[in-house]
């Protein structure tokens, strides 16, 4: 194995964060991370490389193997330029190049040749090996795919922006090409394309990869398993994010079902014994007692745990506005001379939730600043529509006054809640106690962004305008978020990076290409599948009829298809229900015909037994046995009801 991380434990002044955590890596597997913001994903990682210890544990490399860290801050450094600084990392086959020329020159120059061809022919062969006559364009593949154009090849590292040297910090390590590569966060500075040009490059990666990321849909893309780190212990999953998701899911309802199945035959299993010592009958009470030996015998569940500090968010809308809820017409805007987009024209129906993708600095963020007043366009119009309510979630925050406390920023906005019920909703986003005062300016990102969550939800719009709402979150948090906006009936217009999210939420897909706006009615899959298609037929869809919701009539037709399926199964679940309702109902009859029955037989055995206690019976042998055969017939039936009764208790 390349890497072993066995029974590592690590507390700091607060508790635990790691507890026994053990785990291997071999050779060429893509493994993933995960786990809440403040699980301990980062502490574990640093542990790994060294940066820190454990106090108990120990971490266990093979012989002669390298890693390279990335951490969330990582930086690039160095006097010279980014191309310069990325042939450092590959000093070794530099300085094999050199030796080849300064052979060849000795080769133009030399009596006898034979003893250089030899050492040249031998370092040559092993500089092919290496893969001397490749490094070179691998460079410039590796920092054209992070995002850096050739013109920034010749900057100095100095000048680089923190973002940039992330990103060049990730180049390094790459063309290094470690053993293990261990990245922290590595999309953070990286627009689409890079994030997808990156997830190829890992994928084909001939080395292992580590990576802690929130991005699931680069996960999906990468991992072959997963490492999840929950409550200080690591769980392992084999698969992607996705199939790690099913997995966990799965055996969380199997294990609540065992649970709640297990408490249900409990509660039966006395029901049922309650009511055989009720039978107050020899053989019916044996029978109860037999049941509260096996009742004992059972070894009960847990009940699983649920995640409970997860946040409750439900946007609801107070009006309902009309079908035409934004227009935007011949929309134009420029930058210092270079134009992000132009003639857009977008028309939004009420319900749809619509995804804006593109690169980094085409013009996303703009547009929804100019829907919000915080921008001007250059050209063009847009009109909302009647009884549109609107609000807006910034990625900076700057509906967010860095001087007002949490709770003022709630209370000052919606002045007829009271104290209890703004705590209420606070808690709901996890700030308790005196966290409710905290001054804005002294959160982190991630406060700052369930405070703009906490002020979305109780705005009752019903459009709701997102820059980046998932920066900042972890997955839990987000899959929260996912299924608010998800089941939200409202319409949403969303600027998002995270193509997951992407995915989850969106009816509709607007793709910021080459300053103009490509239509696709449908999730984020779909919008791969087609974008090809699309762009080859950019003279139709970058017309402004393409850029209203009336294309993409195929992607109709496939909803359409599949509302008819859900359709049938909604019918098949409804009449398999129905029979369900009938058996149950079937059931529950019997039973109480059961139970009747041997109610009355047992009156009839009591007036049996006065009737043989009185003299004129008591001295009639034919009288006494009549009755002794009459008793015996309703003793059989009785003993017969009695199982039948135990049966359908039983099938309950």
Request: hydrophobic share 35%; with cysteine.
């Amino acid at each position: 194995m390349l890497l072993s991380v066995n029974n590592i434990s690590k507390s700091f002044e607060t508790g635990p964060i790691l507890s026994g955590v053990s785990f291997n890596v071999e050779r060429r597997q893509k493994t993933a991370l995960v786990g809440s913001n403040g699980s301990g994903k980062t502490t574990l990682l640093r542990i790994i490389t060294g940066e820190s210890e454990p106090d108990t544990g120990i971490v266990t490399y093979e012989k002669d193997s390298s890693f390279g860290y990335l951490s969330q801050e990582g930086t690039f450094s160095g006097g010279g330029t980014i191309f310069e600084e990325m042939l450092l990392c590959r000093s070794e086959l530099v300085k094999m190049e050199e030796d080849l020329r300064s052979l060849e020159a000795q080769m133009a120059t030399a009596d006898d040749v034979s003893a250089i061809c030899d050492r040249y022919e031998k370092l040559r062969t092993e500089f092919d090996l290496k893969g001397g006559y490749t490094f070179r364009s691998e460079i410039v593949g590796v920092l054209k795919g992070l995002g850096f154009t050739e013109e920034d090849f010749d900057r100095k590292a100095s000048t680089l922006s923190g973002g940039q040297k992330t990103r060049a910090a990730l180049g390094a390590i790459l063309v290094k090409k470690p053993d293990l590569i261990i990245l922290d966060e590595p999309t953070n500075h990286l627009d689409m394309n890079s994030v997808i040009w990156l997830e190829g490059y890992l994928s084909a990666y001939d080395g292992a990869v580590l990576i802690v990321s929130h991005d699931r849909y680069f996960l999906d893309k990468i991992a072959d398993t997963v490492l999840e780190l929950e409550n200080t212990r690591v769980n392992s999953y084999r698969g992607n994010y996705s199939d790690y998701a099913a997995k966990k899911k799965m055996l969380f309802e199997a294990q609540m079902k065992a649970y709640l199945n297990q408490q249900q035959e409990i509660k039966h299993q006395e029901e049922v014994i309650e009511k055989l010592k009720s039978f107050n009958r020899e053989k019916s009470i044996k029978r109860a007692e037999s049941r509260e030996k096996a009742l004992e015998k059972i070894e009960v569940l847990d009940r699983p745990e649920v995640i409970s500090n997860e946040i409750n968010l439900r946007f609801k809308p107070s009006k309902v506005p009309g079908n035409d809820v934004l227009t935007v017409e011949n929309l134009s805007k420029s930058f210092d001379g270079r134009t992000l987009f132009k003639d857009m024209n977008v028309k939004i129906k009420r319900g749809e939730h619509v995804c804006i993708i593109g690169d980094n600095g085409t013009g996303k963020t703009t547009f929804l600043k100019i829907l919000n007043g915080l921008e001007t366009s250059d050209t063009g119009s847009f009109k909302w529509g009647t009884n549109v309510e609107t609000a807006y979630y910034d990625q900076e925050h700057l509906v967010l006054d860095p001087n007002k406390t949490i709770y003022d920023e709630i209370s000052d906005e919606h002045p007829d809640m009271t104290i209890t019920q703004i705590r209420t909703v606070l808690a709901a986003f996890l700030f308790t106690d005196d966290n409710v005062y905290k001054e804005i300016k002294l959160l982190s990102g991630g406060e700052k962004g369930r405070v703009s969550l906490a002020k979305l939800m109780l705005s009752d719009a019903n459009f709701l305008i997102l820059d980046e709402p998932t920066n900042h979150l972890d997955i839990t948090t987000k899959e929260i978020l996912e299924q608010a906006l998800s089941e939200f009936e409202g319409t949403i217009i969303c600027v998002s990076h995270d193509r997951y999210f992407v995915n989850k939420i969106s009816t509709r897909i607007i793709e910021l290409h080459e300053g103009y706006f490509d239509n696709y009615i449908g999730n984020y899959d779909y919008y791969l599948e087609k974008r090809e298609d699309v762009r080859k037929a950019s003279d139709v869809y970058r017309a402004p009829s393409a850029t209203s919701s009336g294309s993409g009539s195929a992607s109709a037709s496939s909803i359409s298809e599949s509302a008819q399926q859900t359709q049938s199964d909604s019918a098949a679940d409804w009449k398999a229900q129905k029979a369900q309702q009938a058996e149950a109902r079937k059931k529950a009859n019997d039973l109480k015909k059961c139970e009747d029955r041997i109610t009355e037989i047992e009156d009839e055995l009591a007036q049996l037994e006065s009737k043989m206690a009185e003299p004129d019976v008591a001295t009639s042998p034919s009288k006494l046995n009549e009755l002794v055969k009459k008793q015996n017939e309703l003793n059989t039936e009785l003993e017969d009801l009695m199982e039948k009764w135990e049966a359908l208790s039983g099938d309950n």
